[in-house]
């Protein structure tokens, strides 16, 4: 028997994540646009680009001048992502960046290594420091990642009890710091996941914490991104990120194919939701505008597939 919520919650990561493992690095016009285009959609939360080090990722140097010229839309959040204070004294200074604290957690020890370049007891100990600073500077946790949820590129299987385990300590730790328990987002972050392990895992997560709010991070990275919504979204799940056109993914990850290491396509999971009848608050029409100009920029096809059929509703009004 299904659980679906009645409203669900999309995240748009795509102008941060998507353009990041780009090689080339795109004109700042042509992603201001595309922000704009997303801030029409009816999302309320729009990823706009990342404080890290331009060495590493020089495609989000120029996260600052984003922030400086989108134009923003009441109601909806433009927030960044950092992975250690350096990137979080940089969003706080910079123009109008809606802080979003979150908490990150390395199961995966190579990933913890490559991505972080600390080990994962290392990183688990830093969110201590994380949640001290964030009260410090007058925020509370939003939401807390546990990433390579269902297996990692860099380390094969990753046992569902040490995912559990990092879920485990964000519980005491919040209950020691006197926090409330922030959204709990499960990251399948190199595509991993498959729909009974999904289920599985958020099963086991309710048992740990059933009065949390749970999340998805998921990317489409071999064609199960759809179907794992889909059983998420039947366990009761109401947040996910995703990308518009399924653009994203993490250059560290060791994918094969940077392309395909994509995030859920935010399209077509809209799309999903508005067939099962579960409302967004998205215009679907909006939001495959702001995939084909995705496409446009990026220069070859991309990912999605509604993007390129548009929706069912100009055939249901025909008929």
């Not at 489409?220 to 995703?242: K, Q």
């Not at 399924?246 to 940077?258: E, K, N, Q, S, V």
Request: hydrophobic share 40%.
């Amino acid at each position: 028997m299904n659980d679906f919520p009645k409203f669900v919650e999309f995240r748009e990561e795509g102008p941060r994540e998507g353009f990041q493992i780009e090689k080339k690095i795109y004109p700042v016009e042509e992603r201001i646009e595309l922000i704009d285009m997303l801030s029409e959609t009816g999302l309320k939360r729009i990823q706009v680009g990342s404080f890290v080090s331009p060495k590493y990722v020089p495609q989000m140097a120029d996260t600052g001048e984003l922030f400086q010229r989108i134009k923003r839309k009441p109601g909806v959040k433009y927030t960044s992502l950092w992975l250690n204070d350096k990137g979080f004294r940089k969003a706080l200074t910079a123009h109008e960046v809606d802080i979003d604290p979150r908490l990150l957690f390395y199961p995966s020890e190579a990933f913890a290594k490559s991505n972080n370049n600390c080990s994962s007891a290392e990183m688990r100990e830093k969110q201590r420091d994380w949640v001290r600073i964030y009260k410090e500077e007058g925020y509370t946790v939003d939401a807390a990642y546990v990433m390579t949820a269902f297996g990692c590129n860099l380390e094969g299987p990753i046992p569902q009890e040490r995912i559990l385990d990092d879920f485990r300590f964000i519980l005491q730790l919040c209950e020691e710091e006197d926090i409330p328990v922030p959204i709990l987002v499960i990251a399948d972050t190199m595509g991993w996941g498959n729909p009974e392990a999904v289920k599985r895992m958020i099963g086991a997560l309710r048992e740990l914490a059933p009065e949390a709010r749970i999340g998805m991070h998921i990317h489409d990275t071999r064609g199960l991104g759809i179907a794992n919504v889909y059983a998420a979204l039947s366990m009761g799940v109401d947040m996910f990120e995703s990308s518009v056109a399924g653009l994203g993914g993490c250059p560290f990850a060791g994918h094969g194919h940077a392309r395909a290491a994509g995030n859920v396509c935010t399209e077509d999971a809209v799309f999903l939701c508005h067939e099962l009848g579960i409302e967004t608050g998205i215009d679907l029409e909006k939001l495959i505008a702001a995939a084909v100009k995705a496409e446009e920029i990026i220069g070859v096809p991309l990912m999605g597939r509604v993007m390129h059929t548009g929706g069912l509703d100009k055939y249901r009004k025909a008929s």
